[in-house]
């Protein structure tokens, strides 16, 4: 797969394979990318209506890497496309987290 580096590298390569995973997503970046690839509108309203939904694994709320924390795995149409740790996504949306 093609280095992603920027939305046109993401049209690029999600025209040509379909939607590939994301695997885990760890910066602002690369999430706002899948969201980009996940076809979700800016504000994530109604997801369900692209296709997208969400699966929660995990026990425990913490991004310090140990143990079995919150990730949600992001699917389209039942396809894994990326996961991101709930703490991390936390951090995220209040824009306390460091790329």
């Not at 970046?29 to 929660?56: C, N, T, Y």
């Not at 709320?61 to 991390?88: H, R, S, Y």
Request: aromatic content about 8%; charged content about 25%.
């Amino acid at each position: 797969m093609k280095n992603i580096k920027n939305f046109e590298d993401l049209n690029e390569e999600v025209l040509k394979n379909q939607f590939r995973p994301f695997g885990e997503v760890q910066t602002l970046q690369k999430f706002k990318m899948l969201s980009k690839a996940l076809g979700v509108r800016s504000d994530w309203h109604e997801p369900d209506e692209q296709g997208v939904s969400a699966e929660i694994t995990g026990d425990h709320l913490d991004n310090a890497g140990a143990g079995p924390e919150f990730t949600v795995v992001l699917k389209k149409n039942g396809k894994e496309m990326g996961k991101i740790n709930l703490a991390t996504l936390l951090a995220m949306a209040a824009g306390t987290w460091a790329d």
